[in-house]
């Protein structure tokens, strides 16, 4: 059992910067390959960014590529989302999630995921 508390939402203004993280508890945290999703109004959840379990591999919608980094610090259970020059369109909610046994060519599937936490609301201004 994995629980996950996502913190560092907010407001920010287009072209600022936010760097939300997500605390894992469980001492199998390392096993679990992580993802950041997020979600807008009157919109389906969406793939955002993916971690493998020691961190080597990394993958990311084509939407913040170059924009957003994932990390991880598996001493710490967090894993964390860098998110850089953001826009208007990166409001959503911001959802961590684990994966046991993830199917890496899979990352950006939600149902890949067994573990979700509540979210963090991210708020991008014009």
């Known amino acids: 059992q994995v629980q996950l508390v996502e913190s560092g939402g907010g407001l920010v203004q287009a072209g600022g910067s936010l760097r939300l993280s997500c605390a894992a508890s469980?001492?199998?945290?390392?096993?679990?390959?992580m993802g950041w999703f997020r979600q807008a109004p009157g919109k389906e959840r969406e793939f955002v960014a993916a971690i493998s379990w020691s961190g080597g591999n990394t993958d990311y919608a084509d939407s913040v590529k170059g924009r957003f980094t994932i990390s991880r610090d598996n001493a710490k259970n967090t894993v964390y989302l860098q998110m850089n020059s953001l826009k208007p369109e990166d409001t959503a909610i911001y959802y961590c999630?684990?994966?046991?046994?993830?199917?890496?060519?899979?990352?950006?599937?939600?149902?890949?995921?067994?573990?979700w936490g509540q979210g963090t609301q991210v708020t991008v201004s014009s």
């Open positions: 469980g001492r199998a945290f390392s096993r679990y390959a």
């Open positions: 999630a684990a994966a046991f046994l993830l199917v890496w060519s899979s990352a950006g599937s939600l149902n890949e995921y067994d573990y």
